[in-house]
C-alpha cells in the first residue's frame, strides 16, 4: 500500500508538468527563457520545502503537483542551452543538462539515505521532539531547496538568449537632418510592406520536429520502464529469476554506474556528438541498447565479482546509451525549429515525455508481473519476457530515426 501511494505523489509531478509544459514553453518563446527559468527555480525552493513539512497524504500530493505545474524549467534549459552555444558547441551545451543528471544519481540517494529520519540515526543532534522528529522527511527536502537558492540568485545575472524586440529608431527632431532620417524610414518602411515575410509553419506540419519529438518522448517511456524493472529484477529472489540483492546493493551498484556516467558526460560526450552527428547519436545508441538488455535475463547464471563486475558495467553502459539517445534527440528537437518556436516544441516534448513518464512505472510494474507469473512458460519465459518489452520499446523508439528520410536533412 505505501508503494502505491508513493507511486501517486511520483506521477502528480509528472502530471503537473504535462499540463503546463506546453504554457511555459509558449512564454519562453514570447518572454524570454530566463523568466521561466527563474520561475522553474523559485518553484523548487517553495514547493520543496513545503513537501517536507506535509503531514498528509493529499498534502503531499497538492505540493509535488504544484511543483509539475510550476515548472518549466526542463524545456527552457533546452532552449537556452542550444542558443547560448555556438553551433559547434551545441553538443556541449546541451549534454550538460544530462550530466548534471548524472551528478543527481549520485548526490540524490545520498541525500535521501543519510538525511531522512535524522532524528533515529543522528540521535545527539536532532532529539526526541524536535522539528525534524515530528517531520523525518524535512531535511533532505530543504536540503534540495537550499541547493536551488545559490542557482535562483545566479539566474538573474545570465543573459537572455531570445532576441525578438523590434527596433525602435530615435530621431531628434530638432536636428535638420531629421527630415532626411524621416524620409528614409518611409522609403524602408515602403520596401517592407511589398516583401512577404516568411512565417513558420505550424508546428504539427513540422514532421521533422515531430519526429524528433516522439523519439524524445518514447525514449522516455523507455529509460523510466527500464529504471523500474531493473531495482525490481535486481532485489527479486533467485527463483524468479532475480538476482536477490539487498536495496543497499542495488544503490551501491547505481552509485558506482552514476559515477562513471557522470565522468563520461563529462568528457566524452560532446565528442562523440561532435563525430556522429545528432542523428547517429540516436540511431547507433538505440541498436546497442536493443541488444544490451536483451542479454540481462543471462546474469542471473552469473554470481559473486564477475555479477557485479559485470552488473556494473552495463548499468554504466545503459546510462551512457539512454543519455546519448536524449543528447540527440534533444539536438534535433531543436535543429528542426527556429528559436521562434524552440521553447515550444521543447515544452510539447517535455510535456508528453512527463505524461510517459507518469504512467512508466504502471506500465513496468504489470510486465514485470506478467515475467513473474510466466517463470515457466516455454515462450519468452519470466525475465526473458520482461527485458525483451524494454529492448521492443528501445526498437519502436528508434525506427522513426532510421526511416525518416527528412531527418537526415538536419545533419551539418
Keep these: 500500500m505505501v508503494a502505491t501511494y508513493a507511486g501517486y505523489i511520483g506521477s502528480a509531478m509528472m502530471l503537473g508538468r504535462f499540463i503546463s509544459s506546453a504554457f511555459w514553453g509558449i512564454v519562453a518563446d514570447q518572454y524570454g527563457r530566463k523568466p521561466v527559468i527563474l520561475i522553474g527555480t523559485f518553484s523548487i525552493i517553495i514547493f520543496n520545502a513545503l513537501f517536507g513539512f506535509c503531514t498528509n497524504f493529499w498534502m503531499a500530493l497538492m ?3 504544484l511543483l509539475g505545474l510550476c515548472n518549466g524549467i526542463l524545456g527552457a534549459m533546452k532552449a537556452y542551452s542550444s542558443e547560448i552555444c555556438s553551433k559547434e558547441n551545441q553538443a556541449s551545451g546541451v549534454s550538460m543538462l544530462t550530466t548534471t543528471w548524472a551528478v543527481g544519481l ?3 540517494p545520498a541525500i535521501g539515505g543519510y538525511l531522512t529520519q535524522p532524528s533515529d540515526k543522528y540521535p545527539a543532534i536532532f532529539p526526541t521532539g524536535s522539528l525534524f522528529d515530528r517531520f523525518p522527511y524535512a531535511l533532505p527536502c530543504l536540503c534540495i531547496s537550499a541547493f536551488a537558492v545559490p542557482a535562483l540568485i545566479s539566474g538573474f545575472f545570465i543573459a537572455e538568449s531570445l532576441h525578438n ?9 530638432m536636428d535638420p537632418s531629421a527630415y532626411l532620417e524621416i524620409e528614409k524610414l518611409e522609403d524602408d518602411t515602403s520596401v517592407m510592406s511589398n516583401l512577404k515575410i516568411e512565417k513558420d509553419p505550424p508546428l504539427w506540419k513540422n514532421i521533422s520536429a515531430l519526429t524528433a519529438m516522439y523519439i524524445y518522448c518514447v ?3 523507455h529509460s523510466m520502464a527500464y529504471s523500474e524493472m531493473f531495482s525490481w529484477w535486481a532485489v527479486s529472489s533467485e527463483h524468479l529469476g532475480g538476482l536477490g540483492f539487498s536495496t543497499s546493493q542495488v544503490a551501491d551498484v547505481l552509485a558506482i554506474a552514476g559515477t562513471i556516467f557522470f565522468l563520461f558526460q563529462l568528457f566524452l560526450t560532446p565528442r562523440l556528438t561532435k563525430f556522429f ?4 547519436m540516436v540511431q547507433v545508441p538505440a541498436a546497442l541498447t536493443i541488444i544490451l538488455t536483451s542479454l540481462y535475463p543471462l546474469f542471473s547464471k552469473l554470481d559473486g565479482v564477475q555479477l557485479w563486475c559485470v552488473l556494473v558495467l552495463s548499468q554504466s553502459l545503459k546510462l551512457i546509451l539512454s543519455a546519448c539517445v536524449d543528447v540527440g534527440s534533444s539536438l534535433l528537437i531543436n535543429d528542426s525549429v527556429t528559436s521562434r518556436q524552440r521553447g515550444l516544441a521543447n515544452g510539447v516534448s517535455t510535456s508528453i515525455m512527463s505524461l510517459c513518464k507518469a504512467f512508466g512505472p504502471s506500465i513496468a510494474g504489470f510486465i514485470f508481473s506478467m515475467g513473474q507469473v510466466r517463470i515457466d ?5 519470466g525475465m526473458w519476457m520482461v527485458f525483451g518489452s524494454v529492448s521492443i520499446l528501445a526498437l519502436v523508439a528508434a525506427v522513426p530515426s532510421f526511416g525518416h528520410l527528412s531527418m537526415k536533412s538536419l545533419e551539418k
Design 106 to 108: 549520485i548526490l540524490g
Design 377 to 381: 512458460a516455454s515462450f519468452l519465459p
Design 277 to 280: 552527428g545528432a542523428l547517429r
Design 219 to 221: 525514449w522516455g517511456l
Design 63 to 65: 505540493a509535488r503537483f
Design 165 to 173: 524586440h523590434k527596433l525602435k529608431p530615435k530621431i531628434n527632431v
